[in-house]
């Protein structure tokens, strides 16, 4: 079993194709968009949702069957067509340098969408290896219930101050005491949060 990395990524100004244009084509444009807008789609047909998405966003429908040059120079592929022979003529073909993800077959590539949990700046990512991502989403459930709802403000205040005391002049000891105090005792109120800031100010 290969063993795979959990990471988070920055997918600026990488070139992401996807082959096929059926239904996981589009959960997979649906998980990317709001990462990265320019995108390719490779595929003789497409759902009518994705259709619409073209119209309002970067997305360049290549209106082909998938061949060797749609491959080239991608950074990130993901092998979504319901055709084997396809599925399979990408996974030898894609660049070495590519990062794979492949739907139909969980080790035919290299990269794993994991189901997430996102509250601004905090994201969770949970991957079974491919083992069951229904297992992967209950897990996500549950977890997703035990997250206080003020964590999204929390969280921003949480890196505003420790902005501030990275800028300071307290020791290091102090400043661990301080970010450690930080998430020990919780300060969810906004009034007592901008308080606390202008005392580092
Ligand atoms: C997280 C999520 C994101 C997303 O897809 O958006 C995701 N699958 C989701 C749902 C889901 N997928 C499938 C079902 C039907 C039930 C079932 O088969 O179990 C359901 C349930 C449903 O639809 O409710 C079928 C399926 N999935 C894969 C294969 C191929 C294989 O197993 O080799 C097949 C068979 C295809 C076929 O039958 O031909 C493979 C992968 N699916 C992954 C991610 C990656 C591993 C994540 C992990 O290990 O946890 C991985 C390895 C690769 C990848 O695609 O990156 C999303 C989670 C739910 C959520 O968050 O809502
Ligand atoms: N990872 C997952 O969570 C998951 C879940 C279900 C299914 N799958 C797998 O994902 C794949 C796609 O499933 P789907 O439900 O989106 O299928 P679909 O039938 O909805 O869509 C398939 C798309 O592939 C296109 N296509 C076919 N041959 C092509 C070619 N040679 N070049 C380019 N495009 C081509 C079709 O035109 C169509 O747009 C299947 O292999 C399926 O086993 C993965």
């Given at each position: 079993?290969?063993?795979?990395?959990?990471?988070?990524?920055?997918?600026?100004?990488?070139?992401?194709?996807?082959i096929?244009?059926?239904?996981?084509?589009?959960?997979?444009?649906?998980r990317?968009?709001?990462?990265?807008?320019?995108?390719?789609?490779?595929?003789?047909?497409?759902?009518?949702?994705?259709?619409?998405?073209?119209?309002?966003?970067?997305?360049?429908?290549?209106?082909?069957?998938?061949?060797?040059?749609?491959?080239?120079h991608?950074?990130?592929?993901?092998?979504a067509?319901?055709?084997?022979?396809?599925?399979?003529?990408?996974?030898?073909?894609?660049?070495?340098?590519?990062?794979?993800?492949?739907?139909?077959?969980?080790?035919?590539?290299?990269?794993?969408?994991?189901?997430?949990?996102?509250?601004?700046?905090?994201?969770?990512?949970?991957?079974?290896g491919?083992?069951?991502?229904?297992?992967?989403?209950?897990?996500?459930?549950?977890i997703?219930?035990?997250?206080?709802?003020?964590?999204?403000?929390?969280?921003?205040?949480?890196?505003?101050?420790?902005?501030l005391?990275?800028?300071?002049?307290?020791?290091?000891?102090?400043?661990?005491?301080?970010?450690?105090?930080?998430?020990?005792?919780?300060?969810?109120?906004?009034?007592?949060?901008?308080?606390?800031?202008?005392?580092?100010?």
């Amino acid at each position: 079993m290969t063993n795979f990395l959990p990471f988070f990524i920055d997918l600026k100004d990488k070139k992401i194709v996807i082959i096929g244009g059926g239904n996981i084509a589009e959960r997979r444009i649906k998980r990317l968009l709001p990462f990265r807008e320019h995108i390719s789609i490779v595929s003789p047909t497409l759902t009518e949702s994705l259709e619409q998405m073209i119209q309002s966003h970067h997305i360049s429908w290549v209106k082909e069957t998938c061949q060797k040059q749609h491959l080239q120079h991608a950074d990130f592929i993901v092998i979504a067509t319901n055709d084997p022979t396809t599925n399979r003529y990408i996974t030898e073909n894609a660049p070495a340098s590519a990062w794979v993800n492949a739907s139909h077959q969980a080790d035919a590539g290299n990269i794993h969408f994991p189901t997430t949990i996102e509250k601004g700046r905090l994201k969770i990512a949970i991957s079974t290896g491919g083992a069951s991502p229904i297992l992967a989403k209950k897990i996500k459930d549950s977890i997703e219930q035990a997250i206080p709802d003020q964590y999204d403000k929390y969280i921003d205040f949480l890196f505003e101050a420790r902005q501030l005391i990275k800028q300071s002049k307290l020791t290091n000891i102090e400043r661990k005491q301080l970010l450690q105090e930080l998430v020990e005792s919780p300060i969810y109120a906004h009034t007592e949060q901008q308080k606390w800031l202008e005392q580092l100010k």
